[in-house]
């Protein structure tokens, strides 16, 4: 029996849903595979990562993982010397093919580059305004509601975990660990339970180490457990156009290893209720620049 892996896909930006998207679709057809699909429909302001460069440690990544050439200069620069044009209204078309294609579809954003990296300055009234602004949306695009949420960047606050549980999603994957879990805030256990992300992307594997591009696929082989939870992160920026045949290389190797990825939903157990709970904090994760949300299993390790 082969081991499941869960595949979550995230589209941040214009560019990845127009181009990576089609292009994603295609190599999972050919593989005859089904993944989460997370989308961002709001304003793409990604480009205003560029100020961040005057951040050491994001500079760093930048070069590390060569993102002009990975992500190209249009995303690079959307949103900085003019407004940031709205995804969701633009790419019609490529969100209904994942949804019409059995793929599982759920929300990262409304505008992804204000969550990530302003999420401290939001109110919970905003939070909750973005996020049902961006779950209508998707809803009247694809046909029928999200099912699931993922925070970008890996960022979740407290406000938006227990509006998770308002909108009844299945489950959400807002931080990076190791097991499925309930997360517990302000000392509740909330019912929409956690499918962390447990593998490193491309872009925080590439330049650590010896890990170039050309061996990335046996690098992250080698991360996989068959005994323990495993979950993928790839971006429709990057596999689905610069590695768009890295990606395809590493879905056959998946095959032969007897590795079968899934949308994040089939990893649920028949009872979530039943999942041990969990709070989640602020921490690091190697490869990348800026805090995550992380697990931490029990109460009494985390202040929730």
């Given at each position: 029996?082969s081991?499941l892996?869960?595949l979550?896909v995230?589209?941040d ?6 181009r990576?998207?089609p292009e994603?679709?295609?190599i ?6 089904r ?38 200069w249009?995303?690079?620069l959307?949103?900085t010397?003019?407004p ?27 505008d992804?580059f ?28 694809a ?7 993922a ?14 549980d ?15 879990f ?7 256990a909330?019912?929409t ?6 593998l ?21 082989l ?5 005994d323990a ?10 596999e689905?156009i610069a590695?768009a ?5 590493l879905l056959?190797s998946f ?7 899934v949308?994040l ?5 028949g ?20 805090w995550v ?5 029990g109460?009494?390790?985390g202040?929730?």
């Open positions: 029996m081991a892996l869960g979550r995230d589209v930006t214009l560019r990845g849903t127009r990576g998207v994603l679709l295609r999972l057809d050919r593989h005859q595979l993944a989460s699909f997370f989308f961002s429909v709001g304003p793409d302001n990604m480009g205003r990562n560029l100020w961040r460069l005057l951040d050491p440690a994001f500079l760093k990544k930048m070069l590390r993982s060569r993102a002009p050439s990975l992500y190209g249009d995303v690079l959307m949103g010397a003019w940031g044009l709205k995804i969701g209204p633009r790419c019609r078309e490529m969100i209904r093919d994942v949804a019409g294609a059995g793929h599982e579809i759920g929300v990262h954003a409304w992804h204000t969550w990530q990296h302003r999420l401290d300055r939001l109110s919970a009234l905003r939070i909750a305004a973005e996020s049902l602004r961006a779950h209508d949306l998707i809803a009247e695009i046909g029928k509601a999200p099912t699931c949420a925070a970008p960047g890996w960022k979740v606050s407290a406000d938006m975990l227990e509006l998770r308002q909108l009844n999603y299945r489950y959400a994957s807002d931080c990076r660990g190791e097991s499925m309930r997360p517990v805030v302000r000392s509740r909330l019912r339970p956690q499918v962390p992300a447990t490193p992307t491309f872009d925080e594997l590439v330049g650590a180490g010896a890990v170039t591009p050309e061996n990335f696929n046996a690098a992250l080698g991360l996989i457990r068959p939870l495993n979950v993928y992160t790839i971006h429709a920026e990057a689905g590695c045949g890295l990606f395809d290389q056959g095959e032969e290893r007897g590795f079968q990825a949308p939903g089939s990893l649920l157990p009872d979530a209720a039943a999942l041990p709970e969990g709070t989640i904090e602020r921490g690091v994760v190697s490869g990348r620049a800026d949300s992380v697990q931490v299993n109460r009494e390790q202040r929730g």
